[in-house]
């Protein structure tokens, strides 16, 4: 059996060592949380503060029955552990799969390979190439809802504007990239349903679609430095490592569900947010410098994803209890994000907050490769947003997402333009 250290101190440590270890098998568990599938806007937050106070690291019976990490120092450690693995099951519900497909399902070293493809054509000189196509997205939708008698600010502006975003940087037309991002969604509540037959479609159609993707790059002459397609490809062609066409179609596939769910996620929470904050929006129209560092915060507060889970090769102890081999512990990024042992007046937003070490993209091997696309995406829609407008507020109930990507799926809004000297 082995301990899991967990950041803690040397004493913390000794005392965890000696304390009683929960060692009760599953039969003889009993459920302790529930996640909760019917949410409003910050619902889950509060669930997640009352359990980690009194059952930081508890088992749920739901999705075929999990572990949930909501520390901070518990999901740090987990997913820098190698000892805790992907490739059994990457995310809670486990989703059945005919095979594993990369990034995702890899752990290293195999893993590796993927990630020196793919970090490359995410760097920040390549994702900026696109700015100002993301830019006339974001001002054309925002011009619309302003125009429109009635406005979402998921429906009229994040996820149109994901989809736009994605498109361009794949080189891909934008209606194949809505297409991705609908089965996307219907994928996603499929899980939650554990609904192994329309999972199964979806899965189908994502692959026939990667695979459209894959060849309709390569004959418009992909180039392996800018381009995910190229790049997967001439790893592929390299004897050096284990990538085949096959795989590099299947790391598409997982590429283009996951390039569009998370920042739709947290921008429609950003817009969420500041209707909410007419104070807010009022400084950061004034003083637009200050949007990257409220673009940080905004991500501490709205991490998107709670279900990335991962899995003990042995026998181990976390918190007490003991995590037995392949039992999937899902990383509750959102309630890490909020704990007050690593962020003081955690549920605040906190302008320029020091050392503001969020765990919205993931730590590890498996932090997510387009943090910095994520991050331009959020600084223009919200520039964009502010710019042509001179207030904005909530006209309806905000309708949240389901347990796999936590955001809202709807966001009733009315927008004052901006006067015509702003502009």
Known sequence: MATCPFGYTSQEQDAAASAPVDTRTRSERTGEWSPSLDETFGSAHRDYAALRQTDPFPWSEEFGGFWSAMTYDDV?????????????QNVVPHVPRSSRRPPLHFDPPEHTAYREAIDPVMRRAVVKSHESTFRAS??????????GERADGVADFAAPFVVDCFAAFLGVPVDLAREVREIGVRYGFAIQDMDDEVIGQCSTRLYEIAERVYRDRLAAGADPSSD?????????????????ERTAIATIRQMIVAGMGAPQAVLG??????????????????HPA???????????LHAPYRVFARTPREDTVVHGRLVRQDEAVA????SANRDSAAFPRPDEFVLHRKNNSHLAFGRGAHKCPAATMGRLELLIALEVLLERTSSFALAGDVRMMNWLEYGPRAVPLSLAPANAAAR
């Open 138 to 147: 974001a001002e054309e939708l925002v011009a619309a809802m302003i125009d």
């Open 290 to 300: 200050d949007l990257p560092a409220a673009i940080e915060e905004f991500l501490r």
């Open 331 to 334: 990383l509750v990024f959102p």
């Open 269 to 286: 929470s950003c817009v969420v947010h500041l209707a909410q904050d007419p104070d807010l929006q009022e400084h950061l129209r004034r």
């Open 228 to 244: 995910l397609v190229g790049s997967l490809h001439a790893a592929a062609l390299d004897p050096a490592n284990h990538i085949t």
């Open 76 to 88: 740090v450690a987990i997913a820098q552990d190698d000892r805790f693995i992907t490739s059994v």
